[in-house]
């Protein structure tokens, strides 16, 4: 069993940055890949990036390329999101997930955080 706490977001003005971080109590959380998604109001949740469980690989939706970078520091039992240039269409919820694998498909994660809001105005 993983838990999963989110924290880090707020409200910001556009432009600004954010480190969100996703810290891990319970077992062995070096072991599992670790995902973030977002969902905005009125919308579907979507994946952000997922990094595997040595954080030697990751991966970003397409999107999300160049202003996101997804980072883990198992001695810490801890994984990040930093999010820079942050824009109006980056408001939403925030979610990480622990996993078995870096994957862009969330039913297939097996541990979710409550989620940390992010709120940016214009």
């Known amino acids: 069993q993983v838990q999963l706490v989110e924290s880090g977001g707020g409200l910001v003005q556009a432009g600004d940055s954010l480190r969100l971080s996703c810290t891990a109590s319970?077992?062995?959380?070096?072991?599992?890949?670790v995902g973030w998604f977002r969902q905005a109001p009125r919308a579907k949740r979507e994946f952000v990036a997922a990094?595997?469980?040595?954080?030697?690989?990751?991966r970003y939706a397409d999107s999300m390329k160049g202003r996101f970078t997804i980072s883990r520091d198992n001695a810490n039992d801890t994984a990040y999101l930093q999010v820079n240039s942050l824009k109006p269409e980056d408001t939403a919820v925030y979610y990480c997930?622990?996993?078995?694998?870096?994957?862009?498909?969330?039913?297939?994660?097996?541990?979710w955080g409550r989620g940390t809001q992010v709120t940016v105005s214009s």
């Open positions: 997930a622990a996993g078995f694998a870096a994957q862009d498909v969330g039913a297939l994660y097996d541990y």
């Open positions: 990094i595997n469980w040595s954080g030697s690989d990751t």
């Open positions: 319970g077992s062995n959380f070096n072991t599992y890949a």
